[in-house]
């Protein structure tokens, strides 16, 4: 049986009607950052920013996929981290067990 036998739809949530992925992915960077030490009062929306900014940077192929990932962990750190430190980073800011490591090492 193929994918197409068992699908009779698929939804897009483009506006969040059904699923609130912002509130989500907010109070995952709150928790996320706390654990780095990080408690801005506006954190979620400083990781917005970030983001977005060196994901556009990627979009335009000024930097490489990893590339942008790498320095918006930079900019939201506020450290001049290696090449292999920032990548360290973002591989334990992206595990499922991200509570095991010490994210001071960073």
Known sequence: MTVRDRAHA???DLDETLLDQSSAADAAVIAWAADLGVED??????WSLISNGHY??????EISFEGQRRERMREFLGRQLTDEHARAAVQWSSSPTVN???????
């Open 56 to 61: 556009a940077r990627y979009q335009t192929r």
């Open 41 to 46: 009062a506006d954190i979620a929306q400083r």
């Open 100 to 106: 095991a490591h010490n994210s001071r090492d960073f």
């Open 10 to 12: 698929v939804v897009f």
